[in-house]
């Protein structure tokens, strides 16, 4: 009779007995599925034996009979196997793991309602019986009771007795108590860093190290390795091949990297939903793989290790691959997409349409999975712990899933930024005025970017409703924090500008704050019900002093701002068909308008600038368009006029002129266009080639059919309407570099020898006279504000010297407020430019090399103001 | 089963014809909560607005380290907002999803009531008013409007505000 447990301390017992029972069936399975493989292995089978009569043992001292009875048998079975009596067979292995089913149930059961389940498994118990009685006759060898009981006791030396169970709900309360020991320590340095007195100081130090100490000691309480999860597996797979027929070896790698206990409580579902379908729709049958030239066995591999703050698991298997086509066309009939969009799908989004609910290629449901609820399901559980899922995979060959986690969740390094003025007390109770502290996780912050002056203002260009930055050569979308949250107040465009660059998954942008502050330790504490749907917050912290604090969630506000470059075209397509990644065959294009074309397109990777000049700055020379440009000549072509010689001319008579400014190499040249449209991401492929010249063909981006340029030729065509020297630096030519910043010298002669000259150098006006009467130089490039006189003087010295008299002079400046009144003066420098424009500065030194060479009389001085 | 400091709105519900209530004052207004499920009430604290939260919600404020959402009662109530440089109350109420501070004018006593004293809330109540009222009680000298908590907490279904 089942004794009912009313009283705590049974209570105890029976929870010790479940948690110690369901860890005991877990490592027995593990066992049998190893078995299989050596189906000879002593101490394997002992091990299973031991597990069973523990079981067997403590269900009778709890007065659990069906428990007793099953374990008992199978506890019989087991003893054939390990003395030998009988040989390990997959029919046994089968009836064992029964078993272990059926012992599982009882104890969901009494874990449930605190009883054993109802069915009393007379039939599993016969069978169990025969198969002990089996092949019979040596049954003499069956272990004696004493036997027995010695092979149980050998048991307990071998476990791990430094090792102690501890209750989660005991960790997590460990967890939040650091976590508010962090913030007070927070503030306690806070203070201390306001007060005098070395003994607070110090004091404060010594709780800065034991906090920090303890944080990490705690973290690693909640750490388990994710064999804790994996250990599963291997039955599992056994369990699918079985039911589908196929042969699949599981291998795993990396069983011992650590993850967070919550974390790995969160990815145990998703994770055997991805093996099963491995093995259910990945893996073809035997026949199949014999055909196909595989081997028969099919392989499902895990993989798990760290990288960069995060756990990445990669489960991989080498079967069939994924039928993009079969996927699009399920994805049509369950209507998910329609034909035209199922069409223009590219490899990248086509897996991604296995992520939305309700999709299932499987041809027929099998009760192992495929029922359509799964993908999208993995999918929101592993994004709900802040983690990423990503499918790829090569038709006939294989698929990998990657799962990307970060580590740990409640105590992040972050960077403080502000809006507004933090300076003072924000007044009581008003909304919008006084500044306010947010914090943008340092794990999505990729650099930070420092604007001023003159770089604030003109650095973030303007497309309609998207700004731009150029980092590095790359056009980087950029929105303003202000605008986001949807706060009043500070004009955009203020003297500096900070530009946070952020990483939302592998995109990036960048977001415009206006004040930084520094990197501090917080914790992250959930919002409440009522803003947890704000999703451009990931959550709130406690700062130094006290206050509240918000922090970003990055991937929100990428998603808000439907970024990456004029979005707004793009989420219309992706709510369209809810897809959530960025495809690789993804582009960005800018869309414009010239002359009879209506809506062309060009890669805005390839586009240096977009500008625009006053009709009155657009001069004609030698019948060409030019306009002059950052110290340079930019010829100008209308475009509607390369693509279709004849036609108006509209673009070049409106006022302002749009042009779009392409580089190549040194040269450069702006295209005009009637309107410049808008900035769009989209996969494209070349619907239609074009028999037109300058025009690659149509496709559709954004939805609309678009002509995309042929840039190529488009250049080539108007280079030979403008023709460019060839800019060779003549043998042997040298320049003087007289400059006084060390720093700035540098990077001027590294770009010249580049270029291909000899460089002089010299530091102060004294010194480059001197080198001058030594060398002989072709061109001279000095700063405006040389040390010893300064640009001016050093000139006048120069053109005192008559074997200097045919030598031109480069000045450069800092900025184009300069003197430009002394510029204009007779007898002043042969060209004058702003600093920073490495090619501008290149071309004209050619220019000027090259007019020395060509003419022997000395040049007539033409001042071009940058 | 009661257990000491929570009750769940069901057993709140029928206790609240009599019993002891947390008062406070909103525009002229005179509000109780079940003393109960008031978890403490304290003067103005520091807020952090949250751009893009619901109109209701004033913001965050520090609780000895919990971090609560403050909800202001005037809007909630649809009411005028208070006058520049008057400053709201907190009056903290647990719930079972959490604990939010309700942002008031001022904080009365608490005071006690018979069920005798209990009425349905008069039809002349602005409706705005009255979907938050669960009942009132006749004091001797003032009217006591029986809050209804959960229903305040409720955004989805509020006076017309919606989330998001």
């Not at chain 1, 009144?821 to 501008?840: E, S, T």
Request: hydrophobic share 40%.
């Amino acid at each position: 009779m089942a004794r009912r447990a009313r009283r705590m301390e049974d209570q105890e017992i029976v929870k010790e007995f479940l948690i110690e029972s369901n860890d005991n069936l877990s490592r027995l399975e593990q066992e049998m599925v190893e078995l299989e493989r050596r189906p000879r292995d002593t101490e394997l089978l002992a091990s299973v034996f031991r597990t069973f009569h523990t079981i067997k043992g403590t269900c009778g001292f709890l007065g659990y009979g069906k428990l007793e009875r099953v374990a008992h048998q199978a506890e019989n079975v087991l003893s054939q196997l390990r003395s030998g009596s009988q040989t390990f067979t997959s029919g046994l292995a089968s009836l064992v793991l029964e078993a272990v089913d059926v012992l599982r149930r009882h104890l969901r059961a009494i874990e449930a309602g605190g009883q054993e389940a109802a069915e009393d498994s007379a039939d599993l118990c016969r069978r169990l019986e025969e198969a002990s009685r089996g092949s019979a006759c040596t049954l003499s060898e069956a272990a004696s009771p004493a036997e027995v009981e010695a092979a149980a006791q050998k048991v307990s030396g071998g476990v791990a007795d430094s090792a102690i169970r501890v209750d989660v709900h005991l960790l997590d309360k460990l967890m939040n108590l650091v976590g508010e020991l962090v913030l007070t320590r927070n503030q306690i340095l806070q203070f201390s860093a306001q007060q005098e007195g070395a003994a607070l100081s110090a004091t404060s130090q010594r709780l800065n190290l034991i906090t920090s100490e303890l944080q990490e000691g705690v973290m690693k309480t909640r750490m388990q390795p994710i064999g804790v999860v994996w250990n599963k597996l291997p039955r599992l797979v056994r369990d699918v091949a079985t039911a589908c027929g196929k042969q699949i070896a599981l291998e795993l790698e990396g069983a011992d990297t650590e993850m967070d206990k919550t974390i790995i409580e969160a990815i145990k579902d998703p994770l055997t939903h991805i093996v099963r379908n491995c093995g259910d729709h990945g893996i073809e049958r035997t026949e199949v793989r014999l055909g196909r030239g595989k081997p028969a066995q099919g392989r499902i591999s895990l993989r798990a290790f760290h990288e960069g703050g995060q756990v990445i698991i990669e489960i991989g298997d080498d079967g069939g691959g994924v039928d993009t086509e079969k996927v699009k066309a399920k994805a049509v009939l369950n209507g998910l997409i329609r034909p035209d969009q199922a069409e223009r799908l590219g490899e990248r989004e086509a897996l991604n349409l296995l992520f939305l609910p309700g999709f299932s290629t499987a041809e027929k449901v099998t009760n192992v999975s495929g029922r359509g609820v799964g993908m999208d399901v993995v999918r929101t559980n592993i994004e709900k712990i802040g983690g990423t899922v990503d499918l790829s995979s090569r038709f006939g060959e294989g698929t990998t899933v990657k799962l990307k986690i970060p580590l740990t969740l409640a105590i992040i390094p972050g960077l403080v930024v502000t809006l507004g003025d933090c300076r003072g007390e924000a007044p009581n109770g008003k909304k919008g005025k006084g500044g306010q502290h947010f914090v943008i996780p340092q794990v999505s912050l990729v650099e930070l970017v420092r604007l001023e002056g003159e770089a604030a203002l003109r650095s973030i260009e303007r497309i309609r409703n998207t700004a731009v930055y150029r980092l590095r050569g790359n056009l980087l979308p950029v929105v303003y924090l202000r605008e986001v949250l949807g706060l009043e107040g500070l004009a955009v465009d203020s003297d500096t500008i900070n530009i946070a660059v952020l990483q939302a998954e592998d995109r990036q942008f960048g977001l415009v704050v206006e004040g930084v502050k520094d990197t501090q330790e917080i914790v992250v504490k959930p919002l409440g019900k009522h803003l947890k749907g704000l999703n451009c917050y990931a959550g709130a912290t406690i700062m130094g002093d006290g206050r509240v604090a918000l922090i970003l969630d990055v991937m929100g506000i990428a998603q808000k701002c439907g970024e990456v470059a004029g979005g707004h075209e793009r989420t219309r397509v992706e709510s369209d068909m809810r897809l959530e990644n960025v495809a690789d065959t993804k582009q960005t294009y800018l869309l414009f308008r010239a002359g009879p074309f209506e809506r062309l397109a060009v890669p805005l990777s390839l586009v240096a600038r977009l500008e625009e000049f006053p009709l009155s700055h657009v001069e004609r020379a030698a019948n060409h368009l030019v306009v002059q440009y950052r110290g340079q000549i930019l010829p100008l072509v209308p475009l509607a006029q390369i693509l279709e010689p004849g036609s108006a001319d509209t673009a070049g008579s409106q006022d302002p002129v749009q042009a779009i400014v392409f580089s190549d190499g040194d040269r450069r040249i702006g295209l005009l266009v009637d309107q410049l449209l808008d900035i769009v991401d989209d996969a494209v492929s070349v619907r239609q080639v074009s028999g037109r010249k300058g025009l690659l063909g149509s496709a559709v981006i954004g939805k609309l059919v678009t002509d995309m340029l042929d840039l190529d030729a488009v250049i080539c065509s108007a280079s030979g309407v403008w023709n460019q020297e060839e800019a060779e630096v003549p043998e042997g030519a040298t320049v003087m570099l007289a400059e006084g910043s060390t720093f700035s010298r540098g990077i001027l002669r590294a770009s010249l020898e580049m270029a291909g000259y000899r460089v002089v150098e010299a530091s102060t006006a004294a010194e480059a006279l001197t080198q001058l009467a030594r060398v002989k130089v072709n061109v001279v490039v000095t700063a405006l504000d040389l040390p010893g006189g300064g640009g001016y003087e050093f000139l006048e010295k120069m053109r005192k010297d008559p074997s200097l008299a045919g030598v031109p002079v480069l000045a450069l400046a800092a900025s184009a407020g300069d003197t430009s009144q002394r510029a204009a003066q007779p007898g002043a420098f042969q060209d004058y430019l702003i600093r920073g424009d490495r090619d501008a500065m290149l071309r004209s030194i050619h220019r000027l090399a090259s007019v020395l060479n060509s003419q022997s009389a000395a040049p007539e001085p033409t001042v071009e103001k940058g | 089963m009661l257990t000491t400091g929570t009750i769940s709105s069901l057993e709140s519900s029928s206790r609240s014809l009599s019993g002891q209530y947390s008062t406070f004052d909103v525009a002229g207004f005179y509000f109780g909560i079940d003393v109960l499920q008031v978890q403490e009430v304290l003067r103005y604290q520091r807020m952090t607005p949250v751009p893009l939260a619901p109109a209701v919600i004033e913001g965050l404020i520090n609780l000895r380290g919990q971090i609560v959402t403050a909800m202001d009662m005037r809007q909630r109530l649809g009411l005028p907002p208070r006058a520049d440089g008057e400053t709201a109350m907190n009056v903290v109420v647990r719930t079972e999803e959490g604990v939010v501070s309700l942002l008031v004018d001022e904080i009365g006593d608490v005071v006690e009531a018979e069920s005798s004293s209990f009425e349905r809330p008069p039809e002349n109540l602005d409706p705005a008013i009255r979907n938050l009222v669960r009942g009132i009680h006749k004091l001797k000298d003032r009217l006591l409007l029986v809050l209804d908590t959960d229903q305040t907490l409720k955004l989805d279904t509020g006076n017309g505000q919606s989330l998001n």
